[in-house]
């Protein structure tokens, strides 16, 4: 490996393990859609307690978690095709030079590819998480009693709400494996490129959080649903 691999392997894990670290100060000086969106499934499982009939939260969770198993069964088959080349003997590995690959030696490529393997396992492993986790949430909306005081159904909300949170933030770093599965995929062509992707795949993560539409669309609904809450209170 040349200096530029060592950098720009350092930039990659340096990026895939500061992101959440960088999302949650990004979070107490200006927001961010992750952190939004607990207040608006704190707001969504409190909502839920107040309805006689949940038939539509649980169809709302079950597509969420068919989502997920889409994922899953995704990351799945990419981790089987990644794993068959690695795996496979030179004779798979040679077939790279001919898509424009950087001409290096097996053990480097052999490297690269378990880099990219490496994202889509840890990918999946958050996945299969949230889907339990998801399964059990279901199971609280379905156990949710008719509660009469205004404090206990708050109370089982906000329970069920600690329940899907993690299991929709483990959904997002598992789709956020793509992105840097796809920036390990870069080095292939060469230390440059995994650079270009790993900046490029986090600040695009980072737009997206912070600044996307969707993320300021959020930010204004959190804020009304604090202001409906604390009215409420």
Not at 84 to 98: E, K, P, R, T, V
């Given at each position: 490996?040349?200096?530029?691999?060592?950098?720009?392997?350092?930039?990659?894990f340096l990026c895939w393990l500061g992101y959440d670290p960088l999302?949650?100060?990004?979070?107490?000086?200006?927001g961010s859609l992750n952190t939004d969106m607990l207040t608006v499934?704190?707001?969504?499982?409190?909502?839920?307690?107040?309805?006689?009939?949940?038939?539509?939260?649980?169809?709302?969770?079950?597509?969420?978690?068919?989502?997920?198993?889409?994922?899953?069964?995704?990351?799945?088959?990419?981790?089987?095709?990644?794993?068959?080349?690695?795996?496979?003997?030179?004779?798979?590995?040679?077939?790279?030079?001919?898509?424009?690959?950087?001409?290096?030696?097996?053990?480097?490529?052999?490297?690269?590819?378990?880099?990219?393997?490496?994202?889509?396992?840890?990918?999946?492993?958050?996945?299969?998480?949230?889907?339990?986790?998801?399964?059990?949430?279901?199971?609280?909306?379905?156990?949710?009693?008719?509660?009469?005081?205004?404090?206990?159904?708050?109370?089982f909300g906000e329970a069920t709400a600690q329940v899907l949170n993690?299991?929709?933030?483990?959904?997002?770093?598992?789709?956020?494996?793509?992105?840097?599965?796809?920036?390990?995929?870069?080095?292939?062509?060469?230390?440059?490129?995994?650079?270009?992707?790993?900046?490029?795949?986090?600040?695009?993560?980072?737009?997206?959080?912070?600044?996307?539409?969707?993320?300021?669309?959020?930010?204004?609904?959190?804020?009304?649903?604090?202001?409906?809450?604390?009215?409420?209170?």
């Amino acid at each position: 490996m040349t200096a530029i691999d060592w950098l720009g392997l350092a930039l990659f894990f340096l990026c895939w393990l500061g992101y959440d670290p960088l999302l949650r100060l990004l979070a107490h000086r200006s927001g961010s859609l992750n952190t939004d969106m607990l207040t608006v499934r704190h707001a969504w499982m409190t909502a839920m307690t107040h309805r006689e009939i949940r038939l539509l939260d649980s169809q709302l969770l079950g597509h969420s978690i068919n989502s997920g198993s889409f994922f899953a069964s995704s990351n799945l088959l990419l981790i089987a095709g990644v794993a068959g080349i690695l795996f496979g003997g030179d004779q798979a590995l040679q077939g790279f030079s001919a898509v424009g690959a950087e001409v290096v030696p097996v053990p480097l490529l052999e490297a690269k590819l378990g880099l990219v393997l490496v994202c889509l396992a840890r990918g999946l492993l958050d996945f299969i998480w949230s889907i339990r986790q998801m399964n059990y949430a279901l199971a609280l909306i379905g156990a949710a009693p008719e509660i009469h005081s205004e404090s206990d159904k708050v109370a089982f909300g906000e329970a069920t709400a600690q329940v899907l949170n993690p299991a929709l933030a483990a959904f997002s770093q598992g789709v956020r494996g793509y992105y840097f599965a796809l920036a390990a995929a870069a080095w292939l062509f060469g230390p440059v490129w995994l650079c270009a992707g790993v900046l490029s795949a986090f600040t695009l993560l980072v737009w997206r959080q912070s600044a996307s539409p969707a993320a300021r669309a959020i930010r204004t609904a959190r804020r009304l649903l604090e202001v409906d809450r604390e009215r409420g209170a």
